[in-house]
Every structure is written in C-alpha cells, then in structure tokens.
C-alpha cells in the first residue's frame, strides 16, 4: 500500500506511557551491542534477542547471528561468543554451552532470572509447580527447562481442571505456583484464582512474577483505550506482551489492530473523526511509535495527547567482561 494513498483525519490521538522498551530489552540489546564492539562479528544469539523483527534485523545487519539450537554455533579458537535472549533458555542449554567453552553472556531479564530461581528453590524444597503461561513461548521453555521433573504447565481455567484430574500432582501439601512475566494481568489473576480453589494449600510467588513493565504497560492502555474507537499496539506478532496489550485493548470496546510499524496501518481501520490510542510492546523501538503518530497526524493537524502513567526508572547492570 502506497504511503501517499493514506489519509487520516481522526478526532483525536492519544499515546499511552509507559510504553516501548523496558530496562531488560534495554539491558538485552545493549549486551549484543557490547559483544559486538568489543569481540567483533561473529557473536551468536540464541533465539530473537528481544521480540522485534526490526531490532533483530538491525543486529543482524552488524554482525550478530541468530540461532535456535546452540549444534549451529561452530566451535572457534577460544571459543565462540553467545549471548542467551531475554527470555532465558533451560539448564540443558547452560550446560550444553559450558561443555563447548562458549563465551557466554546471559541477556536474560533479570525479573526472568528471579523466577527461574524461584523454581530451583522450589524443587530444592521437594515442592511440585505449577507455571502459568503459554505453551511454546521461549521464556516458559527456559523457566520449565530449570527442573528436570515436577513442573507442570496451565493456560487457562480448562488446563487447571485437567491437570487435577490427571493425577499427576503428587503431594498437593507441597504444591506451589509461577507465572510468565509477560501475561495478561487480568487473565493471570482469574486462572490463579481457579488454581487456590483447586488447591487450597498452594503457595504463591512471594512477590508477583508478572513483570512491572507488563503490569505497567497494560494499565496505561486501560487509561487511554476505553474512550478510544480504534488502539494501535506497534509490537511484534511474536510478542507475548504486545498481543496482550491489544488484548486489553479490545476488551474495553476498541478495535485493536497489532502492527509491525507504520507501513501495516490499513487506511479503513480509521474513519474520520475517530478517537485513536496508541501504544507499544516493551520490545518495540520508540522511532517505531512515533512513525506510527506521524503517520495518523500528518494530513490532520491533530494534537497528541501523551497520557499520564507510571513513571519507570528501573536499571539493571550488565554481565561482567562488556564493560570498556
């Protein structure tokens, strides 16, 4: 679709806040960056490093090489350097990479790194788990890939139902529970709810696994998407977070549309004098955002509106050898 045929004239456009990138995609990137600079290409990600495919791309293009399994990193004098996504990957992976002698540095977020602790602990402690989250996504195949049995997965209320009449919970007296950090908050809460009634001893996270970013992200398009008629979520299709933050968006009553950048807005999802809410996954480029409020402002002359939201200011260092 060609650029000029484009022309929006809504009411108004709001853009959510917080939005975009989080501290661990920050963290992420600028671990790839730092590896670069300082080992020079070839260095070697396993999985996307951050769910975007214009981040990755950008990487790419530098000298970073994506792979899924690590039997696709060639073995180098002094070993080749990988760096492990923000998602976090299993023990198996860990060890498969120290036998190699890679180079290893973790990008895994740090709110990820917690809760693949938290199970250690927990089986460590003769205590079965539960993880909420979504089958296939590389955070819960690093999260349940921490322990070698006992760890069993739900979705949603009919999993819970199922897992119960499995018979595969062994003790329901030494049963505890975690989450993906990148779910639906609502969603999330409903399905723990299901799972106290279901086992009544079962021990909670100490603090929420749901991440901040998540948690903050999702509140922010509450705050703006329920006086919208159309929310635009830039983030990637493979993007936990950003599928949720569209999710949200359609229960409020908005038609929600997930976009890879400007170029996939589709001229009929905005009619004249429409109320427009805008905003981003915590793996999504902030030049990306503004492309997208460009485009929807360029013909109309419309003010943005940046919503007021949770103030972020979360850090989190990096791995040691990238400092200069």
């Not at 009553?253 to 109320?275: E, T």
Request: aromatic share 6%; glycine share 6%; proline share 4%.
């Amino acid at each position: 679709m060609s650029v000029a045929t484009l022309h929006f004239h809504p009411k108004s456009v709001t853009l959510a806040n917080p939005r975009g990138f989080c501290a661990g995609v920050d963290r992420a990137i600028l671990i790839v960056e730092r590896a670069l600079e300082k080992f020079g290409a070839p260095v070697y990600v396993r999985h996307e490093v951050v769910h975007n495919k214009f981040v990755v791309d950008d990487l790419r293009a530098r000298g970073a090489v994506f792979v899924e399994e690590l039997r696709d990193v060639p073995d180098l004098p002094g070993g080749a350097v990988v760096i492990f996504s923000a998602h976090g990957v299993s023990k198996a992976m860990q060890e498969e990479a120290k036998a190699r002698a890679f180079q290893v540095f973790d990008a895994t977020c740090p709110l990820v790194t917690k809760v693949h602790v938290e199970v250690a602990k927990l089986r460590k402690e003769n205590y079965e788990i539960i993880m909420i989250g979504h089958e296939g996504h590389p955070e819960v195949e690093g999260t349940m890939g921490q322990a070698k049995e006992g760890i069993h997965l739900v979705e949603d209320d009919d999993d819970v139902a199922a897992l119960k009449a499995s018979g595969k919970i062994r003790d329901e007296s030494k049963l505890a529970f975690v989450t993906q950090t990148t779910l639906s908050v609502d969603d999330t809460a409903k399905v723990v709810a299901t799972l106290q009634a279901t086992f009544p001893t079962i021990r909670p996270p100490r603090k929420d696994d749901i991440c901040y970013a998540t948690t903050n992200r999702q509140n922010a398009v509450k705050q703006i998407a329920a006086d919208a008629d159309v929310a635009i979520i830039v983030g990637s299709k493979a993007s936990s977070n950003a599928n949720r933050l569209r999710e949200v968006a359609a229960r409020l009553g908005a038609k929600a549309y997930l976009i890879d950048d400007a170029d996939d807005i589709d001229a009929d999802w905005i009619p004249d004098g429409a109320r427009v809410a805008v905003s981003a996954g915590a793996s999504t480029p902030e030049h990306l955002i503004q492309g997208v409020i460009q485009r929807l402002t360029a013909q109309s002359g419309v003010q943005v509106t940046v919503a007021g939201g949770e103030a972020e200011s979360v850090e989190f260092k990096l791995p040691v050898g990238l400092d200069f």
